[in-house]
C-alpha cells in the first residue's frame, strides 16, 4: 500500500482535492457548480505558473523567492506602458525586467555559488526597489490593462475560463519537457547529485543560467495573466502569492532538496490551495483563525507526504 | 595574530566598514553626533533582535521564515496585556512575553523535528500560524506599553564619574541590545549546549556520531530564536506605544544582516557579533543616503545590491579556497 502511494503520488493528492469540493458542497449544498469551477481554476491558473517556477528550480535543489516581484513588475510595467505603447510592443517591454533578474539569478547561482535563497531574495528586494523608481517616473501615464489580457484572465467561453487557451499548452509542455528532453533530465541530474551530474560532463552553469531565466520569463507572464484577472496593478499585485507559491509546490510533492518531483503534483496543489481558500473563507471564521488553519494544513499535508513519500 | 585575523577576520572587517561609514556620515552631515547615534541605536533595535534570531536558527543548519511573524504576536500580546493595566503590572507581562517567545520557537523547533519536513517548509507554514494568531490576539493596531518600559529606550546611560561627553555616545537603546544578547548568548555559546549546536550545524550526522543529542539541539536553538523573536517583539511594543497585527520587514532583513555577518547558509560556522554590526551598518547607508537626499526607494535597491554582491565575493572566495 504505502509503496502503491509512493509511486503515484497523484492519487492521495487528487483524493484530498476532491475530499475539500466534497466538504465545501457538504457545508454550503450548492455551491459548486459550473460558474464556481471555471472561477476556481481562474484564480488557480496563476498561482500554478508561479509555482512552476517553485517546482522547476526546486528540481535542482533551488527555490526563486523574486517571482512575487518579477510578476509584479511585469503586470506593472505592462499597465503603464500600454498606454503609449500598441500591447505586443508593452508586454514584450514588460518580459524584459523579468528575464533580466532572471538573468542575475542565474548569474549568481550558476557562477558564483551563492545559495538560491538569499541571491532570489537580494534580487527581489532589488526588484522592490527599480519598481518603486520606476513607479516615480510613469505617475503621470496611468495605466490600462489591453482587453487580450482581460480576455485571457477573466473571459469565459463554453463555460471554461479562457485562460485554459495558454496554460494547457505550457503545462504540457512543462510536464513533457521535464519528462522527455535533455534539458529536464538535466534538471533532476542536478538535483539528485550535483558533483555526480558535473563529473559525467554537464555544464552545470550553463544549465542553471538557463534555468533561472526561464524561471523569469513564467513569472512574468503569471503576472501579465494575473493582472488581467486581477484589473488592478499596484506595487505588491502578485507579491502575496510567493508563498503560497512554494506551499503549492511542496505540498505536490516535489522535494525541496532536488532530484525528486514534477509539475502535474503542483498543478493539483495549487488547485487544492486554491479550494481551501474558498473553504475557509466560506466557513466565516475570523482573518486569523483562517490564517493558522491555512498554515496548518500545509504543514499537515507536508508531514503526510515526508511519511509517505520517504525512502527506506 | 594570524589565528586572530583568520577566526574574526569578517567581523574585523565589518567593524572597519562600520568605522568608515559613521566618518562618512561626518563628512555628509556635519551635525551628526551622539544624538543621530542614539537615534540609529533605537531604529536599528528590532532589527538586531530578528538578526539575532535567525542566526542562531541559521547556525543550527536551519532557516526561521517566521521570525517576524512571532515578532508580530509576542508584540501585540505585549501590547494587549499592558492595555489599561498599571505601571507595575508591566513588571509580570515582560517575562511572559519572553516565555511566550521561547515556547512559540520551541513548537517550530518540536515541529521541525517530529514530521522531518524542511525547515524552510515548516517555518513557512507557521509563518501563516503565528500571523493568524496575531490577528486573533488584536485584529488592528492598538493596546498600549508602560511608561517605564517606553523610557527604557531613550536617552543615554549616566555613569558616575565618567564626563557626559562619553556617556553621550552611550544611548540606552545600545545597552539594552548588548545585555538583552549577552545574558542569553554568551552561557549558551560556552556551554556544552552551545558547542553541540554548531556541531549539528556543521555536520549533523558526525555530531549525532560523537553522541550529540541533535533533536535536543535544534529544539533549543529555535527555542532561543523564539525568545530573541519576542525581545524583538516587545521592542516594538516599547518604542511605539502599540501593538502591530501585521509582522514588519524583519523576515528580509534578518536574512539579509545574517549572510552578511558572516554565518553561512547551511550551518556551523559564525557568531552573532557579525550580523549585529551588519544591522548597524545597513541601518546607517539608509541614513547617509537620507541625509543625501536620495530617494528612499532607491535605499532599497543600494541594499539588495549590497546584498547581492557580498554573497558573491563570498561565493567566489569560497570556490577559490576549495580549488588548489
Known sequence: MKSFLRDRPLIPLTILLIALIVALELLRPGIVNERWIANTIKFAIPLAMLAACQTLTMLTGGIDLSVGIIATISAFVMA???????????IAISLVPAMMIGLANGIGVGLFGVHPLIMTLGMSLIGTGCLQVYQRTVIATGSAIPDFLAWLGTGRSYGLPNSLVLFVPLAALIILGLRRTG???????????HHAARLSGVLAWQVIIALYVL???????????????IKAPSLSLAVPLLLPSVAAAVIGG???????????????????????????????MPEGFRRMLFGLIILAVTAAYVRITEER | MSRLL????????????????????RVIQPDYGAAGFGSLARAALPFAFAAAAQTVVVIVGGVDLSIASMMALTSVTAARL??????????????????????LGAINGALVVITRVPDIVVTLAMLFVWEGAALLVLNAPGGAAAEWLKALLVGTVAIPFIPTMITDWIPKALVLLIV???????????????LSVYAVGSDSLAAFRSGVDVNRTKIVAYAVAGLFASMGGLVLTMSTGIGAPIPGPYLLA?????????????GGVGGLVGPIIAVFILRLVRTDLTFLAIDPNVTTIVEGTIMVIVVMLGGLVMMRSRSP
Open chain 1, 80 to 90: 503603464t506602458q500600454v498606454t503609449t505603447h500598441d500591447p505586443a510592443v508593452a
Open chain 2, 82 to 103: 499592558m492595555d489599561g493595566a498599571s505601571e507595575e503590572f508591566a513588571i509580570l507581562v515582560v517575562p511572559l512575553v519572553l516565555l511566550i517567545g521561547l515556547v
Open chain 1, 215 to 229: 524561471s523569469g520569463f513564467l513569472a512574468g507572464i503569471a503576472g501579465l495573466v494575473y493582472v488581467g484577472l
Open chain 2, 254 to 266: 534578518s536574512v539579509a544582516a545574517v549572510v552578511l555577518g558572516g554565518v553561512t547558509l547551511g
Open chain 1, 183 to 193: 534539458f529536464g533530465r538535466l534538471l533532476y541530474a542536478l538535483g539528485d547529485n
Open chain 2, 6 to 25: 583568520r577566526r574574526h577576520g569578517w567581523v574585523m572587517a565589518l567593524f572597519v566598514l562600520l568605522g568608515f561609514l559613521l566618518v562618512l556620515t
Open chain 2, 180 to 194: 538583552c544578547l549577552g545574558v542569553v548568548w554568551i552561557p549558551l555559546q560556552r556551554s556544552r549546549l552551545g
Open chain 1, 254 to 284: 516535489t522535494s525541496i532538496f532536488g532530484g525528486r518531483g514534477g509539475y502535474a503534483g503542483t498543478i493539483v496543489g495549487a488547485l487544492i490551495l486554491t479550494v481551501l481558500t474558498t473553504l475557509l473563507t466560506i466557513l466565516q
